[in-house]
């Protein structure tokens, strides 16, 4: 199993830990108290790609955290950030496009996977005129800038664990590469393979693969 | 509504009997509080603690010293407050960006309108003040335009807008400010207060349209008196902004306050102002201020827990991340407890706290430290694969943690009473001795030793593993090194 540090980040009730709570426990409560500080929660899945599974150890932070703020000690080590705002209000993509900046200012890993997540789908599925962020603005944005993109709703779960899945995906490919280059280096690789099981993941924590 | 008027008749015997028991102010705290003794026949009502809460905060600041009666203050109760809350201004375009106080807002500004309703929020629609309503839905629609802005982060054109995205990241780098020295704006803050109210789920009358407007005009006027109030920018730089947290604080007193039978509306909000004010006097200085929580940590929860508890000190704070405290600490003090413990053991620890006997941010320290204690063998696990986040996660579970194990709460209250004390007088000897002995009696002495050991063993294996290139040996291995170096160049020449 690979373990991997995931943290939520976003303005305030775009329905951060609404995504959490359907993909961790399949359930939706329309009210959910205000996020203080920070929430943790883990949830495993298994990809299809040689059954590998996958453990997230979530960080849910609370929307009112913002710049200098204490969020750095929430996102420190993360592995993958998925930065939430909510499309039927365009200012909370500007606040989840600065988080996208503060990210790659101030993560130094070029690994950190950050995935852009538009909520609440499902209102305006409902009612079209709610919609205020196009989806093809948001996904060319987050095809400048390199990220994965859905559009979900936590409320119905459509796409919540598409989310993850895909996630889960680019942290394993990314742990292939680094293990391939590192068996390369060390001149143990013979046959182009490399057996992840015997390996531990250099995740945030070298102590966190648990096998 | 529910079940507060249940036992109306019990209310009047736990108040007669309090003020025939107790002939001071003083005397109730100490006996029916720090004795427990108010605790003895079950739990308070939420109109007991109402007025146990209003006696002990808004009498003792009444000042007549510690032999103060009662009585007399009771009678009283109600009659000095000929200050009426303001309104809460209505939002236009005039005064949305203005600060809560200092610039002129607007001319509808304290005009009178007794504003109860929301802006935004359309499940609170006012039936009695159905102008004010419309009125205020009308700004609302033209202020929105789609935008919404919680965080002082200007936008002033759609961020998908061509020339906001080329011209993003210059705009981003300068607008990344300390949120804590901006003004949040009048609409700002009206906006997340409207958010965190209609999420408050302490309790379900925070839903109802007018519970809603009354929290709003409280929270309105408590942040006036924050913004305004002067001393209590002595030293420190505070945060003077709404902050998530405040709303939930408010929500507690709310539900013991709102209803004492005698009172009307007008007196029952400025009572849980006067209690919320005078808690929040000593909470938003030292934990909804960043720097002044991450000194209050550094500089009182780690000296104090390092005297109390060698074995905790070691686990949180040598073993373990040093920065990851801060995560469990800032919502266990910024909610004082509420969302870390169940709620009858809360509202006792805040009877506590509200009797002010000792200065807040010790008090806290101790009372987390002995919670701690109380959950001492889960934190020092003896599972040495346990990584910190593990134990972070405990810390924010804790309710799950401890299970049906918490101590008694009044007991839990003595212990950090004590503690605070010891710590004043320096009597650190002593604060170790009722913590070792606290997790003695707990876990039985013979698990605390051997748990002592293990944590010992693991240090001292700490040590061994950092220690294992001692000097000599480095060198040597720096020679050897070099002479290979050498030779594989000579070899390859």
């Known amino acids: ?211 | 509504m529910n079940n507060n008027n249940i036992s109306n008749t019990d209310n009047i015997n736990f108040r007669e009997l309090a003020l025939t028991k107790y002939g001071t102010i003083q005397q109730l705290i100490q006996q029916g509080i720090w004795r427990g003794e108010f605790y003895s026949k079950g739990q308070l009502t939420r109109n007991d603690r109402g007025w146990l809460w209003k006696t002990i905060v808004l009498h003792s600041d009444l000042d007549c010293g510690p032999d103060n009666n009662i009585k007399n203050n009771n009678d009283n109760n109600d009659n000095n407050n000929d200050s009426n809350l303001l309104p809460v201004p209505i939002v236009t375009d005039d005064n949305a960006d203005s600060p809560l106080v200092g610039e002129p807002t607007s001319k509808n500004n304290g005009n009178g309108n007794n504003d109860s309703s929301n802006r935004t929020h359309n499940n609170h629609n006012d039936d009695n003040n159905k102008s004010n309503n419309d009125k205020a839905n009308d700004t609302g629609k033209k202020l929105n335009r789609g935008i919404r802005r919680l965080t002082p982060i200007q936008t002033l054109s759609h961020p998908l807008n061509k020339n906001s995205i080329n011209e993003g990241n210059n705009a981003t780098k300068n607008t990344v400010v300390d949120d804590e020295s901006i003004s949040m704006s009048l609409s700002d803050t009206l906006d997340i207060i409207d958010l965190d109210l209609s999420r408050l789920l302490l309790d379900p009358i925070f839903q109802e349209n007018k519970v809603h407007a009354q929290m709003r005009q409280i929270l309105y006027n408590y942040m006036i008196i924050l913004q305004k109030n002067e001393e209590l920018n002595t030293t420190i730089k505070i945060n003077r902004n709404y902050q998530q947290g405040f709303h939930e604080i408010l929500g507690l007193i709310y539900l013991q306050l709102y209803q004492t039978s005698e009172d009307d509306d007008r007196i029952a909000m400025m009572n849980i102002l006067k209690v919320y004010t005078k808690l929040m006097k000593q909470v938003v200085p030292n934990f909804y201020t960043r720097s002044s929580l991450i000194s209050w940590e550094t500089e009182k929860f780690q000296p104090i827990l390092e005297k109390c508890s060698t074995l905790l000190y070691d686990k949180l704070y040598i073993q373990n991340d040093e920065f990851s405290n801060l995560i469990w600490l800032l919502r266990w003090t910024r909610l004082l407890f509420i969302r870390e413990l169940p709620m009858d053991y809360v509202v006792i620890i805040w009877d506590h706290i509200l009797t002010f006997q000792y200065p807040l941010d010790i008090f806290m320290v101790c009372l987390i430290i002995t919670l701690l204690l109380n959950i001492f063998e889960d934190i020092i696990d003896e599972d040495e694969d346990a990584d910190n986040d593990e134990l972070i996660e405990k810390l924010l579970h804790y309710k799950k943690t401890s299970g049906v194990k918490l101590i008694d709460c009044v007991e839990l209250c003595k212990i950090a009473g004590n503690l605070c004390e010891l710590w004043s007088y320096e009597n650190y000897e002593d604060m170790m001795c009722i913590c070792d002995t606290f997790v003695k009696v707990r876990v039985g002495e013979e698990k605390f030793n051997r748990l002592n050991e293990i944590l010992k063993d693991k240090a001292a294996r700490k040590n061994a593993n950092s220690n294992v290139v001692d000097p000599n040996r480095k060198r040597l291995e720096e020679k050897l090194k070099n002479r290979v170096k050498r030779l594989t160049i000579n070899f390859k020449r």
């Open chain 1, 1 to 211: 199993m690979l373990q991997f540090k995931l943290v939520l980040l976003g303005d305030s009730s775009v329905g951060k830990s609404s995504i959490v709570h359907r993909f961790v426990k399949d359930s939706f409560d329309e009210f959910r108290e205000s996020t203080i500080g920070a929430a943790f929660l883990s949830q495993s899945i298994k990809l299809d790609e040689d059954d590998t599974v996958i453990k997230f150890e979530i960080w849910d932070t609370a929307g009112q955290e913002r710049y200098k703020s204490l969020a750095p000690m929430y996102y420190r080590n993360a592995n993958a950030a998925l930065v939430v705002y909510d499309i039927t209000a365009s200012d909370s993509l500007s606040k989840a496009q600065s988080w996208v900046e503060e990210l790659k200012n101030k993560v130094a890993d070029d690994k950190l996977v950050i995935c852009l997540v538009g909520n609440k789908l499902d209102l305006c599925q409902e009612d079209s005129g709610k919609r205020s962020v196009e989806i093809s603005d948001a996904k060319q944005y987050a095809d400048e800038q390199g990220l994965l993109f859905f559009e979900v709703s936590a409320k119905t779960g459509e796409k919540v664990n598409d989310v993850f899945k895909s996630i889960g995906e680019s942290l394993y490919s990314y742990k292939k590469e680094e293990l391939l280059s590192k068996s390369e280096q060390n001149g143990t690789n013979t046959h182009g393979q490399v057996d992840l099981q015997l390996q531990k993941p250099a995740t945030s924590d070298p102590t966190s693969c648990c096998t």
